[in-house]
């Protein structure tokens, strides 16, 4: 049955969505690749062994022999094709494929000739990227080698949705401890006043013992849920595993450029990206946050062209409810129409083009919207026809 354009653009969408809700950092997970890129390339015999990880924009590379994430855009990448099938996509010859001969890493006598790539498919379905096989040379990898290299896939994707499930019962820990702390918070109150009132009966000259004894018993059981909400509140306060999944201001901001600063250069873009310093090392959970991050400014990186700029400024406030992630990003690109505002969310079915090429289906805010209103946010967007966009964005956090 004929998969339609709608249909197509939703299984992109729900892929997109599932490579976000890893919550990613690309600099920690080539060190968990790293053995497993080394041995695909041993089997393999390539001059090149990469994980591929394709999100909305952009393909990024992890090697075991670099330590940098590298980033090509989607549009330029072979295993954005390599995605779209549920088997292995060999290319014997790149130079001679339409697809890809014209492709800077195709052109040169120092050129790549062969191509081998193997999805990482997930257990839901959503191929998320791929291990790609590369060579300046002509290969012929044998299907043992490749059954092979399915296995190192498979097992890519299994620490993928290992790390994804730890970091999940990460986060209930962390809800949990924040839970029993205001309950204990709370439950002191009420008890230091039973225990007080126990203790002016207590000091009463009354002439019935029993009422005595049974506010003497009202007291020890008063201290002694004192006494444990005390050991509850002490339990839980130094927790490195919860300590590992969060994140300051300051390295945030350093995380940012090491990503998005090259990209942005490549266009001749100026990017910025300002925090508080005040408020640079309050911690907070990085949940859903580089994802976020990362939709913005690509988005601000395609609909902007060259010599434009982009700012990202990033703050902690204090409001009503409590603290919250202020994030503003603001760009001079090519901007949106107030009627294409209205309907930015909706289902999108039609192909944008960015300043410099890149292709998209404009998903990214899509899904940004949608990530930062499960965190419980709110995210706000000012654009106009060629003079750029604004979006700000606030997010509770504790």
């Known amino acids: 049955m004929r998969i339609t354009k709608a249909e197509s653009l939703q299984q992109e969408y729900l892929r997109i969505k599932k490579l976000s809700e890893f919550d990613l950092d690309l600099y920690e997970l080539r060190d968990q690749f790293k053995s497993l890129m080394e041995l695909a390339g041993h089997i393999a015999g390539t001059e090149v062994s990469v994980v591929n990880l394709i999100d909305n924009y952009s393909q990024w590379t992890l090697s075991a022999v670099e330590d940098e994430p590298k980033r090509i855009a989607k549009e330029d990448s072979i295993c954005a094709y390599t995605i ?3 088997s292995f996509m060999e290319v014997e010859r790149l130079d001679l494929d339409d697809r890809f001969k014209n492709k800077a890493y195709v052109v ?9 790539g193997v999805p990482l498919t997930l257990s839901s379905g959503e191929n998320v990227g791929s291990l790609c096989m590369l060579d300046t040379r002509q290969q012929d990898i044998g ?3 490749k059954q092979a290299l399915a296995v190192i896939a498979r097992e890519i994707v299994y620490k993928l949705e290992h790390r994804k499930k730890l970091n999940e019962t990460l986060h209930t820990l ?5 839970i029993k702390n205001q309950v ?3 439950v002191r109150g009420p008890i230091h006043g039973i225990a007080g009132l126990a203790e002016s009966v207590e000091d009463e000259d009354l002439s019935a013992d029993e009422m005595r004894e ?3 018993l009202i007291k020890n059981s008063a201290k002694g849920i004192i006494d444990l909400t005390d050991e509850i509140l002490s339990s839980g306060r130094d927790q490195e595993m919860q300590a590992s999944r ?4 300051a390295d945030l901001q350093d995380r940012l450029i090491q990503l998005y600063e090259l990209p942005a250069k490549s266009k001749n873009l100026g990017f910025n990206v300002f925090v508080n ?15 976020i991050f990362g939709n913005l400014i690509s988005n601000s990186i395609k609909f902007t062209p060259s010599g434009g700029s982009i700012e990202v400024h990033i703050n902690i406030i204090n409001t009503e409810i409590g603290k919250q992630l202020d994030v503003v990003v603001q760009d001079n690109g090519v901007g949106m129409s107030s009627a294409a505002l209205e309907n930015y969310f909706e289902d999108v079915s039609e192909l944008s083009i960015g300043t410099g090429g890149e292709k998209g289906f404009g998903l990214g805010l899509k899904l940004v919207n949608e990530l930062v209103h499960e965190l419980g946010g709110s995210m706000n967007i000012a654009s106009e026809i060629n003079k750029g966009t604004k979006i700000s964005i606030l997010i509770p956090i504790n």
């Open 246 to 249: 969060r994140i300051n201001m």
């Open 143 to 145: 299907l043992e080698k």
């Open 108 to 116: 040169g006598e120092e050129a790549y000739r062969y191509y081998l």
């Open 214 to 216: 049974y506010f003497t």
């Open 174 to 178: 962390s809800e949990t401890v924040r």
């Open 277 to 291: 310093r005040e408020k640079g090392q309050l911690k907070f959970s990085r949940r859903r946050v580089l994802s």
């Open 184 to 186: 204990a918070h709370d």
């Open 84 to 86: 779209r099938s549920s």
